[in-house]
């Protein structure tokens, strides 16, 4: 099949859309397709089957903002998406913005299948704006996208059950969807990594995850500070993003300084696996990879009870959540852990035991499967009509 894959957002893989396009991309060519990938990245423009759109120029204040946030926003051209869609079998649309959208509408006007993936919160939107506490406002958000995008598709991917009971409750409307995980890569397992000499004698605590509002690593920096052990305890926030500033001025009031920085994909499933406790603040999280793989490393992982977050579903013990930007209640938890080692033992080989539903390679077989009967599917409307 000539399967298009459309990306509003790509760049390096230092971001969760990122990585779950890319592992579909690589998938779909070890199965034989030919995949074309249509997005904003220039850097990919003198590759093979790659279709560079320009990105939006919003002044150089908010591009830099943007670029510091990490990521790239696709700007529709009419001649590029065509030519990306010429004699192309499906398509398959990444995120709910405006390249996606663009590309929907002439897809469906030339009769094409479409499916799209929902990778984006109405939160993680309206955050940037601070106004993620306003319903109404997210409401809009949901409704907006339903209306331009996922009204008009034939197949949706959810990657959590948590997040097509959110879209559907606000669309009031049961949708096509398939709920496949974007998984976890088999390099990401349990190994014996043991500390550097500098940790050696301290409590590693890690979280990783964009420098962004709705991560609430400023929730962990808090803990840290309320807990008995604070003077043992090193905490290392890996990633990069725009509160970098605000958490290094919160950063300063702990004992030991917190480690901040980005590490390659390699380097990050080492700092789990030598960690201690994996602590994941966020109070908006759609799936979460950096959480699954903290567990597909059998690592105690630390859960907040967010209503807008899918990872509270993937404790395995009611003892690894706490309370949703409670600094007290986290530092319990943390606690409790230390203080606790044979439990703590013992939890996380229930945590390594939950790991198997979370094979990136049977995730990607079911993608493509999703992929394969929403094509068929349409080949049969079509003929059907004809």
Known sequence: ??????????????????????????????????????????????????????????????????????????????????????????????????????????????????????????????????????????????????????????????????????????????????????GVNSYVQKRDISKSAEFKDKIIVLMIGRYAREKSQDILLKAIKYSKYKDKIQLILAGQGAKEKYYKRLAKKLPIPPIFKFYDRKEIIDVINYCDIYAHTAEVELEGIACLEAICCGKITLVSDSKLSATRNFAVDKKCIFKNRNPKDLARVIDYFIDNPEDKKIIEEKYLNSAICYSQEECMKRMEQMIIDTFNKKQLETEVEE
């Open 1 to 182: 099949m000539i399967i298009t894959v459309v990306c509003d957002v790509l760049g390096e893989e230092n971001n969760g859309t990122t990585i779950a396009a890319m592992n579909l991309i690589r998938f779909l060519k070890t199965q034989g397709h030919t995949v074309r990938v249509l997005c904003g990245d220039e850097n990919r423009k003198n590759e093979e089957d790659f279709f560079v759109v320009p990105n939006y120029n919003f002044g150089k204040l908010i591009n830099s903002y943007v670029k510091k946030v990490g990521v790239a926003l696709a700007k529709p051209d009419k001649e590029i998406i065509e030519k990306a869609l010429d004699k192309a079998d499906i398509v398959h649309i990444m995120v709910p913005l405006s390249l996606g959208m663009a590309t929907a509408k002439i897809a469906k006007e030339r009769g094409l299948a479409i499916t799209a993936g929902f990778h984006m919160q109405a939160e993680n939107l309206t955050s940037y704006f601070k106004v993620n506490k306003i319903n109404i406002i997210n409401h809009a958000v949901y409704q907006y996208i339903y209306k331009k995008l996922y009204k008009n598709v034939d197949a949706i991917h959810y990657p959590t059950q948590f997040i097509r009971d959110v879209f559907e409750s606000h669309i009031k409307l049961k949708t096509n969807g398939y709920v496949i995980s974007n």
